[in-house]
Each structure stands twice: as C-alpha cells, then as structure tokens.
C-alpha cells in the first residue's frame, strides 16, 4: 500500500512537472466605446458635470508583471461636453483649454505600484496646456475573460495647469478642485 502511494505522489508530481505553464494575459486593445472619461466641477459652489467624448490610450497591462505595465492617455479638448454649446465653446476658448493652441492633453504613466486586492498606484506626468505635472492617481483593475477594466478618480487643480485664466481665475466662481473620473476598458485580443 505504501508503494501504491509513494508511486501516485510521484506520477502527480511528474505531471505537475511537465503541465503546460498557464499563459500570461496582457490587455493591451484599448476598447474606446466601452470606455469613459468624466467629471465634476463646482460653479458657484453647484456641482456641475461634464464628459470628454474622445480619448486614445495604450494600455499594456500583464496582472502577473504590474511593475512592466505601460500606459499613454490622449484626451482630445475639443470634444468636451461641458453641458451646453455655450460651455463647450467657453473652455475651448483662450482662458480655459485653448483647443487651437492645445488641443491635446497627455498622460504617461512612469510607474505601476501593486497596492494589494486589484488595485495599483500609477504614477506619471500630466501634461495640459502646455504645463506638465507629476500625478498619481488609485486604479482598481477588474479582469472579465479576455478583458480587463481600469477604473479611477483623481482631483486636479485648475491652476496647475492655467486653466480658467482672466476673469475665471476667482476660485469663488469656479472651484480650483476638478474631479475626474475614468472607466478604461482594454482586451488581450
């Protein structure tokens, strides 16, 4: 009976052994309609919220290698909805986001931190009108079958990047504070 068991470890032990190793995923197809990009800001202390419409990002992303993952984010300014076309055409203008002059904004991630339970710290440079500063913003990652959703909020300040400049420089019109938050989706295929 002994060597009935010693010979069944060591056949489990041998096909563990020449198994197949399981097959890293790395999500890294940016799914732009299932994805979003939104936010809030307060105009005389009222909540207001907006959405950008159009955004590009590569993801390269392996759950089992975070600290490799690479992330680029585009936001195109133009297409913001910031509520009504007076709105949109008021922070395409010179004093908010000067679209003509930048009508880009960029993230690049400069490092990915595991902070347990699916979630990551990524860390990189913002880069909006022409200012560039250092971010770090929470992502939690969800994996469903072959893909993956990266979700997260962060607070920038308008001043950091001289948005709202002249007249809507007074924070007592519109907060300093904006809320962002993002749902990016990306699959392996």
Excluded at 137 to 163: C, E, M
Aim: aromatic fraction near 10%; charge should be positive; include cysteine.
């Amino acid at each position: 009976m002994k060597s009935n068991l010693t010979l069944s470890c060591l056949a489990l032990i041998a096909s563990l052994l020449h198994a197949p190793a399981a097959q890293a995923v790395e999500f890294k197809q940016f799914q732009a309609a299932k994805s979003s990009l939104s936010f809030v800001y307060k105009q005389m202390n009222v909540p207001v919220d907006g959405q950008f419409k159009n955004f590009r990002a590569r993801i390269a992303f392996d759950p089992a290698k975070p600290t490799a993952a690479k992330a680029e984010f585009e936001i195109d300014l133009a297409s913001i909805d910031a509520g009504s076309k007076d709105a949109n055409d008021e922070v395409a203008g010179k004093a908010w986001f000067d679209t003509k002059q930048f009508p880009v904004a960029k993230f690049v991630a400069s490092s990915v931190k595991p902070l347990g339970n699916n979630r990551y710290e990524v860390a990189g440079k913002m880069s909006i009108k022409g200012k560039t500063q250092d971010l770090a913003t929470p992502v939690t990652v969800s994996q469903q079958g072959d893909g993956a959703s990266f979700d997260g909020s962060l607070v920038l300040k308008r001043a950091d990047y001289a948005i709202g400049d002249g007249v809507w420089a007074d924070f007592g019109t519109v907060a300093n504070e904006i809320q962002i938050k993002f749902h990016l989706v990306a699959t392996s295929k």
